[in-house]
Structure formats: C-alpha cells, structure tokens
C-alpha cells in the first residue's frame, strides 16, 4: 500500500483548486457563522429541538443558499473582478487578463440537478442509483404477481413459437442473468427465471421475449 501511494504521488501531477470568484466576500462570513453555531450546538449535545438547532438549521441554510448563488453566478463576479483590477491597475492587459481566464476554465461542473459542490453532487448520485436498486419488487405479493405475468406471457408466446428474432433473450442469457442474482434474493425470482429457461428449452422455436424479462 505504501508502494502505491508514493509511486501515486511522484506520478500523478497535483492541482490545486481554484479559488471562487467572489468566495472570500461574500460566503465565506455565512460560513463562519454556520460552523460555529454548529460547533456550539454540537458541543452541547446536538439536541433536535429547540432554539439551538433552530439557529444551527438557519445559518446552515444561508451558507448554502449564498454558495449556491455565487456559484452560479460565477462569470458575472469574475467579469467584476476583472473590471476592477484593470480600473485600478491600468498597466494590466484587458486581452490577456481575458486570455489567462478562459485557459484555466475547466470541463467538471460544480452543480448539478441543482445541487452545489462534490459533496452535494455524490448526494445526487448516491440517491439516483439507491433508488434504482431498490426499484426491484421484493414484497411476496408483487413477486408472485410478477411470476404470474411471466408465465402467462410464456403461454401466450413462447409454447406456441410466437416468439421473434428480433426482440428476444436466448437461453444462454437468462441463465447468465440467473448466476447474477445477489445472495439473499426471494428464492419465487429465481423460481420465475427457471421457469422461463426451461420453457424455452422445451420450446426452442422461438427464445423468451425480451419484455417478459
């Protein structure tokens, strides 16, 4: 492991951020306000009611609510800036001030679905792909209604060679599908995706359609 984070650290280039226009002026108080209320409510035993955590939430929320603005509105506090750094200094070039800032812009967003900042970005994220995993039915009566479905659309289809080329899941996928299935899982899916296999077997005509998966 030591190995690898020194070879990381001769390797791999460091950068620093850059710092945010209008930062230090306009968030930075809100901060400072927010983590000490927080230090206080924190240090007297992070209580969730009360005038103390009220305050805590309120300070909170308008860091946030000032980050957010400032970045967002980031081309206009740097254009600003620049406006007042060539007013007071009038031996700086306005081209080559410009130059010098589109060349450090970079590609990665700060915000996304309206959240400000990585950490509120892996939120983002962590919420999105939990809500996709969790989208499988697990209840017994929505897996049993999912088995009845599948079975009467293998009737339907599948015994009676109505299955296409053109829109099907051979064998040799569900049965990769089914080796997929994460310990723990309702023994009734399983049950379902062998049932589909061995219809197709017994029917090799046409392969499970691919909605029915």
Not at 1 to 12: F, L, P
Not at 85 to 108: A, M
Request: charged residues 30%; aromatic residues 10%.
């Amino acid at each position: 492991m030591n190995a690898i984070i020194s070879s990381a650290e001769r390797a791999i280039p460091k950068q620093r951020k850059r710092a945010l226009a209008g930062w230090s002026e306009y968030v930075s108080p809100y901060k400072e306000k927010a983590m000490f209320w927080h230090r206080i409510w924190s240090d007297s035993g992070r209580a969730r009611h009360g005038w103390l955590h009220s305050l805590m939430l309120s300070t909170k929320r308008e860091y946030k609510r000032v980050s957010r603005w400032v970045v967002r509105n980031q081309d206009k506090l740097m254009a600003c800036r620049m406006s007042d750094s060539l007013s007071t200094n009038k031996s700086r070039d306005l081209w080559s001030e410009i130059k010098r800032i589109k060349e450090g812009v970079q590609g990665r967003t700060n915000i996304v679905d309206g959240r400000v900042g990585e950490s509120e970005i892996c939120d983002v994220f962590h919420d999105g792909y939990e809500h996709l995993y969790q989208s499988v039915p697990s209840d017994q009566s929505e897996l049993e209604e999912l088995q009845r479905e599948l079975s009467a659309g293998v009737d339907r289809t599948c015994k009676v060679g109505l299955c296409y080329c053109d829109h099907v899941i051979s064998p040799r996928d569900i049965e990769f599908a089914v080796r997929k299935l994460k310990p723990g899982l309702s023994m009734a899916s399983l049950f379902v995706g062998v049932n589909v296999y061995d219809a197709c077997w017994t029917y090799p005509i046409g392969p499970v359609p691919r909605f029915f998966i």
